[in-house]
């Protein structure tokens, strides 16, 4: 698609008869003038933006002067959830899910989306998935559809109980950890470059860091070249497996400390 022009509703514009024009304005009578307008001059490939303000500074009345355009107009509307997924303070893949539904029941026919913040990290891929579930929703007439990754970190159903082995059953509470005579590990993510750092330090050498992708695959290199002990490396690759979700998730990783914190509850400060 090719980048539309802005047209101010105030003043007339020349523009080349092949143009592709994006009107943006408040007023649905204003908008249909204006389309109307160009129609008349010989302009054919219109879109509107109905300017879409965020909760709770318009979005209602945005969101009705889109149901009024769609009525009034017979042009592709734009829905800018961009103006929405930066300012709300809230995980993007969420307020897409449910902006996403809001859109193609106002009569939008584009979903407009920017990724301007770290914030809304992979917004781009969410708001396409979540387009994607929004029109398989209406086509079957239900908000409820079991094709959707936008549960990132929760999930539609609840976990199944687990089966209860024979044999001993050993409660275990918090254990102080024994320290590894062979070094110690300093675990970071480079987000920029998409890796997981491990660094060694073994006692009385110069350290060393490992860098990939895959957790396991990071703590074999480890233990292949030093030798740790089983406790340490149980612990390493603990770390290792949160640096992951900390880099599929875009977030900040910090060794010791919790990747999820849940809004219901603290998370334990006992050590693991």
């Known amino acids: 698609m090719p980048i539309g022009l802005t047209v101010e509703l105030t003043r007339e514009k020349r523009l080349p008869g092949d143009a592709f024009i994006m009107v943006s304005g408040e007023r649905p009578e204003e908008l249909a003038s204006a389309v109307g307008g160009l129609r008349s001059s010989g302009y054919h490939k219109i879109v509107v933006d109905v300017s879409l303000s965020p909760p709770p500074l318009g979005l209602l009345e945005s969101l009705e002067r889109l149901r009024r355009a769609s009525g009034l107009l017979s042009v592709p509307l734009v829905f800018s959830a961009a103006n929405v997924a930066e300012e709300v303070q809230a995980d993007s893949h969420g307020v897409h899910a449910l902006l996403a539904l809001l859109a193609l029941e106002a009569g939008a026919s584009l979903y407009y989306v920017v990724e301007d913040s770290y914030k809304s990290y992979r917004s781009t891929a969410e708001a396409a998935e979540a387009v994607s579930y929004a029109s398989a929703a209406k086509a079957l007439l239900s908000a409820r559809i079991p094709f959707t990754r936008l549960f990132v970190v929760k999930q539609p159903r609840k976990p199944p109980k687990p089966v209860h082995p024979e044999g ?47 957790p396991t695959s990071l703590l074999r290199a480890l233990t292949s070249r030093f030798p740790v002990s089983c406790e340490h490396a149980g612990y390493i690759g603990y770390e290792l ?18 990747v999820i914190v849940p809004v219901w509850g603290e998370p334990d400060e006992g050590g693991c």
Do not use: C, W
């Open 241 to 258: 497996a949160k640096a992951e979700i900390a880099l599929l998730l875009g977030k900040t990783y910090i060794q010791d400390s919790p």
């Open 168 to 214: 001993e059953r050993v409660s275990v509470g918090y254990i102080p950890p024994a320290m590894d005579n062979a070094g110690y590990a300093h675990i970071q993510v480079d987000h920029e470059r998409g890796v997981i750092m491990l660094t060694f330090y073994p006692r009385g050498g110069e350290p060393v860091t490992f860098e990939g992708r895959k």
